[in-house]
């Protein structure tokens, strides 16, 4: 819902954005309408001339169209606030070890690749790696328009199962980690923050880097007080500006949070706070006995485990996003 003062000033940047938006998705549409009437005149003049390669060009034509609406639509259902938005997403390893590092580190590429395949930009914010492998916790920046939107749909806990390669016995292990997905926030957005409520640590950066990452106390890790929040950065070589990106993620998690909190549906979707273990996972992810990822919200299931890992999450997105739309 938006606020009186958006519509009394017609000048303000939310109001501009906003316009640009429907003035943008009102541009797409006449273009598909036009596509259309193109394909619809090219199918008369090849059934009036009995011209086989028009129909095959219209034929190609029409798969192109319903691939465009494809896309028009999925525009539709992503229509928040900020759902254009960059996303700011964390992994943190769970429950179980070595296995639940590895594991991160298996979400991260997985996303990652989302992104490439997508066209996203990613910029490594922070990643802190395992203690004998994988990743203890990562953060990026996914720059590109919906990015935040796509990406929301993989807030929560993730849960695989496999033989573990760590186990000398090739036993079956459980392994969770968690995902948080926060809008990159723009100049139209204040998020305030009392420094009193903030503890801020700085120490040694882990990781490739160099001499200087290792022997200077650059990295910096603040924790929000009041709400339990940590963020960290390390990936800079100032001690400056890794503050200044992990305020700026901090930022994001704390709007993220409150615009939770105001939604009354998502509150009960997602519990305060939920421990990274069983009975919370959103998704899992099975590769022994059997191979299978089921997303637990919209009962989708996929058994190329191989194909998502590697970066395919379009089926659980879209499912995601038509499931939050009919809400």
Known sequence: MLNQDFWEDPESKEFLKERSLLMEQKENLDHLSHQYEELQLLLEMSEEEEDLSALKD?????????????????????????????????????????????????????????????????????????????????????????????????????????????????????????????PELDETIEVEINEKDLRIDTYRASGAGGQHVNKTSSAVRITHLPTGIVVQCQNQRSQHKNRAIAMKILQSRLFEQEKAKKDVKRQQAHEKKKEIAWGSQIRSYVLQPYQLIKDHRTGVEVGNVSEVLNGNLDPFIEAYLQDQASV
């Open 58 to 182: 219209v034929s190609e034509g029409l798969n192109e169209l319903n691939e465009k609406i494809h896309k028009a639509e999925l525009s539709r259902l992503l229509s928040g606030s900020h759902d254009r938005n960059n996303a700011i997403v964390t992994i943190h390893a769970g429950a179980g070890g070595t296995e639940a590092q590895d594991w991160a580190e298996m979400l991260l590429r997985m996303y990652l690749r989302w992104c490439d395949m997508r066209g996203v930009g990613v910029k490594m914010l922070d990643l802190m790696p395992g203690d004998e492998a994988g990743t203890k916790s990562a953060t990026f920046l996914a720059e590109g328009a919906y990015a935040y939107g796509y990406l929301k749909s993989e807030a929560g806990v993730h849960r695989l199962v496999r033989i573990s390669p760590f186990d000398a016995s090739g036993r079956r292990h459980t392994s969770f980690a968690s995902v948080f997905v926060a």
